[in-house]
T-cell receptor
Framework: SQQGEEDPQALSIQEGENATMNCSYK?????LQWYRQNSGRGLVHLIL?????REKHSGRLRVTLDTSKKSSSLLITASRAADTASYFC?????????????FGRGTSLIVHP | EAQVTQNPRYLITVTGKKLTVTCSQN?????MSWYRQDPGLGLRQIYY???????DKGDVPEGYKVSRKEKRNFPLILESPSPNQTSLYFC???????????????FGPGTRLLVL
């Protein structure tokens, strides 16, 4: 079962433009995380936003969280060719005393120089 | 250097020949898990382990086994691999501080498996 779903599936922009990706989820969460994956490589953690936070910044990254709509967005400002990668949101729902984090299918971002 | 290592990185095998993909982390993490990644399907969790000797099924456990005899190691075993297990596999680990709270996961570099 896929808890988080990213939108759009693919995004192609020019260097210098902003890139916005969205994530929707289904159940209550404690936090939501965004990860980045370069082609064929492992995922790298970008940013974590807690359920009581609405917005968080890290360098050129801005993440928002709307728990009433069960959605989050990741904004990359002034994009660079090196930002080309797939981006995933990850959420976890407590189930039976444990938790299973789930990832969406990802947004594939291409930034053209 | 804090890291998750996987071996081998690339593997070509034949149907039915048992194989093991090793995973090791040096961060003293309690939680470890295995994912497979396939085009159009994203990451799907195969098995996870909350601590030593504690393992549980993820979303797609069929055809896989795991063990957690030591905190740092979490091998993935394919007893009788089949072509539909051709995929890119990732091991990940994290701390497990609070029940129901997802911690940051650290991923290995991936193992690309081809089953003929």
């Amino acid at each position: 079962s896929q808890q988080g779903e990213e939108d759009p599936q693919a995004l192609s922009i020019q260097e210098g433009e902003n890139a916005t990706m969205n994530c929707s989820y289904k159940t209550s969460i404690n936090n939501l995380q965004w990860y980045r994956q370069n082609s064929g490589r492992g995922l790298v953690h970008l940013i974590l936003i807690r359920s009581n936070e609405r917005e968080k910044h890290s360098g050129r990254l801005r993440v928002t969280l709307d728990t009433s709509k069960k959605s989050s967005s990741l904004l990359i400002t002034a994009s660079r060719a090196a930002d080309t990668a797939s981006y995933f949101c990850a959420t976890a729902s407590a189930s039976g005393g444990s938790y299973i984090p789930t990832f969406g299918r990802g947004t594939s971002l291409i930034v053209h120089p | 250097e804090a890291q998750v290592t996987q071996n081998p990185r690339y593997l070509i095998t034949v149907t039915g020949k048992k194989l093991t993909v090793t995973c090791s982390q040096n961060m003293n993490h309690e939680y470890m898990s295995w994912y497979r990644q396939d085009p159009g399907l994203g990451l799907r969790q195969i098995y996870y382990s909350m601590n030593v000797e504690v393992t549980d099924k993820g979303d797609v456990p069929e055809g896989y086994k795991v063990s957690r005899k030591e905190k740092r190691n979490f091998p993935l075993i394919l007893e009788s691999p089949s072509p539909n297990q051709t995929s890119l596999y990732f091991c990940a680990s994290s701390f497990r501080r609070t029940l129901g709270v997802q911690e940051t996961q650290y991923f290995g570099p991936g193992t690309r498996l081809l089953v003929l």
